[in-house]
């Protein structure tokens, strides 16, 4: 497994035939993909349009549309607690953002890049990374503890925990809960818990719940308030978002399809 807690990788090879479409939807982490292949991406979506051989997407973004044709990729999802360090800049500067890891990381992305290219197996490349990670990880600043401890008790409880109780157990206000949540973390921690709620939601979908099951055990008011809450971060009905492919690291979220090979790493 990865050396860095909060860090899933996956590899992925879309050889011949068409392209391939797949939507990508917001999820509880920062979605980072590397392409060795020399065949980047063409994304789509709210911010206009880009070519990129690398990109990261912040938490909280808009769905967007990755056409993939020939390429081989390396997808990292960062935990909040370890994107802060790793990307070295507060997650609130990204926020929703989708640009290219180049932009970050200078000539560093492409460096990395050639040598994913040169690995020989998945295994060579999962550790390259994961080496380049760990560097930054240490070299970075970590997110304060107090904002760890809230970020960890959302995802515990499945978006689930109430601000108010939250900022009670640090023992500060509901302003400054805010205040340094969303500067660190990238968004309010209301919206990061709607987030992480979504995300525990949509899976139990794809696993075969029905929305009436997911809405009663998932923290929602009512089926209305989870079409709501799946509309507003997918653009489509549940029952439409549980059979839609997107760029994801398990093994729910990209089913098999002509011409595409899916490497699960750690």
Same mark, same amino acid.
């Given at each position: 497994?990865?050396?860095?807690?909060?860090?899933?990788?996956?590899?992925?090879?879309?050889?011949?035939?068409?392209?391939?479409?797949?939507?990508?939807?917001?999820?509880?982490?920062?979605?980072?993909?590397?392409?060795?292949?020399?065949?980047?991406?063409?994304?789509?979506?709210?911010?206009?349009?880009?070519?990129?051989?690398?990109?990261?997407?912040?938490?909280?973004?808009?769905?967007?549309?990755?056409?993939?044709?020939?390429?081989?990729?390396?997808?990292?999802?960062?935990?909040?607690?370890?994107?802060?360090?790793?990307?070295?800049?507060?997650?609130?500067?990204?926020?929703?953002?989708?640009?290219?890891?180049?932009?970050?990381?200078?000539?560093?992305?492409?460096?990395?890049?050639?040598?994913?290219?040169?690995?020989?197996?998945?295994?060579?490349?999962?550790?390259?990374?994961?080496?380049?990670?760990?560097?930054?990880?240490?070299?970075?600043?970590?997110?304060?503890?107090?904002?760890?401890?809230?970020?960890?008790?959302?995802?515990?409880?499945?978006?689930?925990?109430?601000?108010?109780?939250?900022?009670?157990?640090?023992?500060?206000?509901?302003?400054?809960?805010?205040?340094?949540?969303?500067?660190?973390?990238?968004?309010?921690?209301?919206?990061?818990?709607?987030?992480?709620?979504?995300? %525990?939601?949509?899976? +139990?979908?794809?696993? *075969?719940? &029905? $929305? !009436?099951?997911? @809405?009663?055990?998932?923290?929602? =008011?009512?089926?209305?308030?989870? %079409?709501?809450?799946? +509309?507003?971060?997918? *653009?489509? &009905? $549940? !029952?439409?978002? @549980?059979?839609?492919?997107?760029? =994801?690291?398990?093994?729910?979220?990209?089913?098999?399809?002509?011409?595409?090979?899916?490497?699960?790493?750690?």
């Amino acid at each position: 497994m990865t050396a860095l807690p909060g860090v899933d990788m996956a590899g992925f090879r879309v050889r011949g035939g068409s392209p391939i479409d797949l939507r990508a939807v917001p999820h509880p982490a920062v979605t980072v993909a590397v392409e060795f292949g020399d065949r980047p991406f063409d994304i789509h979506g709210a911010v206009g349009r880009t070519r990129s051989e690398s990109l990261i997407a912040g938490l909280g973004f808009s769905a967007f549309q990755v056409c993939a044709e020939d390429v081989e990729c390396v997808q990292i999802r960062l935990s909040p607690l370890v994107a802060h360090p790793v990307l070295g800049l507060p997650l609130a500067e990204l926020r929703g953002s989708v640009i290219a890891l180049d932009d970050l990381w200078g000539r560093a992305a492409p460096r990395l890049r050639e040598r994913l290219h040169h690995a020989r197996t998945w295994l060579e490349r999962f550790a390259l990374i994961d080496t380049e990670l760990m560097t930054r990880f240490h070299a970075g600043r970590e997110v304060d503890p107090e904002v760890a401890w809230a970020c960890r008790r959302i995802v515990a409880s499945h978006g689930q925990a109430r601000v108010s109780e939250l900022a009670g157990r640090l023992g500060w206000s509901r302003q400054r809960t805010w205040s340094r949540f969303g500067s660190q973390i990238g968004l309010a921690p209301k919206r990061a818990a709607m987030l992480v709620r979504f995300d %525990h939601a949509i899976h +139990r979908l794809v696993r *075969g719940d &029905t $929305p !009436a099951q997911v @809405a009663a055990g998932g923290g929602y =008011a009512d089926q209305s308030h989870l %079409h709501h809450d799946v +509309r507003a971060f997918t *653009g489509t &009905t $549940p !029952a439409a978002a @549980a059979h839609e492919p997107w760029l =994801a690291a398990d093994d729910r979220a990209w089913p098999a399809r002509d011409g595409a090979e899916r490497t699960f790493g750690y």
